[in-house]
């Protein structure tokens, strides 16, 4: 059984959205995600990246937006995959899947941004993929979202209520620590 990590959208646009004051969790993330993929990197296990792509040019994920870049700290290195999206879910339209399969690899580590988002539709759908998933909490970044009657959910009950739904079904809850200790 071949794992690798998955580091999902690792934008400055995230760091911009802290930055403006925005409510946010695991203010470690990046450190955490950084923690994971020197571990990686170290022990020669396959790190793949996850890049969102918005063909909008108005958009902060747009590749011409400064906001489009990658954190210093999740920079991929030459000869690591990086696969491109335009939608929530890592596997729609980007490859990441028959890449997968053509290097065996069968569980994956997701990290990244954000919590619940790309990587709600991610992990959901690589365990309907029969992937096995690990999801190191801290390792996530998420923010608040305003709520269906105009209000806001504040960023860690929306964290807490992810978390619950991922790991009643499609993943395993974990910490970076303990994957870095099991890698």
Known sequence: MTIALLVIDMHQGMQSRIDSGRDHVNPEAPKRVADLLARFRER???VIH??????DPASPFHPGHPDHAIMADAQPLPGEP???KSGSSSFAGTGLQAH???NGITRLVVAG???AFCITSTVRQA???GFEVLLPADALMGFDIPAHDHGRIPAADVLRVTLSLLGADFATLTSATAVCETV
Not at 50 to 55: F, G, L, M, Y
């Open 100 to 102: 997968l399969r053509t």
């Open 82 to 84: 990086i696969f491109i």
């Open 113 to 115: 941004a954000v919590a």
């Open 127 to 129: 365990s309907d993929l």
């Open 50 to 55: 996850v890049h969102h792509s918005d063909p």
């Open 44 to 46: 020669e296990v396959p």
